[in-house]
């Protein structure tokens, strides 16, 4: 069974710099996504960026970039220039592409930004 | 404005009630997915649907049920036999089920009393 890691329950970041937010997983598979989401106050969630794990091209979405690192079964999320509106909790996910529940997304438990002004 | 519906926001029920949550879309998406967040937690999946009138049971299904009838439809009824339905569920659909990013729909807070 795959299993997603989030170490850090809770960061802060002031307003306009650089926070990392750490994820790790557990899997057999070779071939699955990743995702990160997040949920804020109004507890929507919101797809921040997606990554094919066949891809050693790390993805980039504006002001959000990953560190995808397939070995280590690490998938970090950077965030730049941080903005009040970054505020929420974020979900980083799994999902494999092929056999049993192909499509099913496994979360892990959440980190709380907070960006202070 | 295209996009998932649920409805109502929030919900509440007395103990040994049935209960059926509504999520709608019109996205034209084949996948629907049903999901259950309680405080502190990810999210755990509860159902899930490929195409109309098919569904599979996700990681949590016991005490619940769903119905496919139409490909915009989806709804989730929390039955008595779930021993504990407070939580808040969240309803996605994807293009298709295999690698399709899944988007999310606002959510319902239910809660029995």
């Known amino acids: 069974a795959q299993t997603v890691t989030q170490s850090q329950p809770e960061m802060s970041v002031q307003e306009a710099e650089t926070v990392t937010l750490s994820c790790t997983y557990d899997t057999s598979e070779s071939n699955y996504y990743l995702f990160w989401y997040k949920q804020p106050p109004s507890r929507q969630m919101i797809l921040v960026i997606r990554?094919?794990?066949?891809?050693?091209q790390n993805a980039t979405e504006n002001r959000f970039s990953v560190n995808f690192q397939k070995a280590a079964k690490s998938f970090s999320l950077k965030i730049s220039d941080s903005q009040l509106g970054d505020t929420a909790m974020y979900f980083c996910?799994?999902?494999?592409?092929?056999?049993?529940?192909?499509?099913?997304?496994?979360f892990g438990k959440g980190t709380k930004l907070s960006v202070k002004p | 404005d295209g996009g998932i519906t649920q409805s109502p926001k929030y919900l509440f029920r007395k103990e040994g009630q049935n209960v059926t949550l509504s999520c709608e879309q019109n996205l034209n998406h084949d996948a629907m997915y049903w999901y259950r967040q309680d405080p502190g937690q990810g999210l755990r999946l509860i159902y899930y649907s490929q195409i109309v009138n098919d569904f599979q049971k996700g990681d949590i299904a016991e005490g619940y049920s769903v119905s496919r009838e139409k490909k915009e439809s989806f709804p989730l009824t929390v039955t008595s036999a779930q021993k504990n339905p407070t939580a808040f569920y969240l309803c996605?659909?994807?293009?298709?089920?295999?690698?399709?990013?899944?988007?999310f729909g606002p959510g319902t807070r239910l809660t029995v009393l």
């Open positions: 990554q094919e794990a066949y891809k050693q």
């Open positions: 996605a659909s994807s293009i298709q089920g295999t690698f399709d990013t899944q988007y």
């Open positions: 996910a799994f999902m494999k592409r092929y056999g049993g529940s192909q499509g099913n997304l496994i």
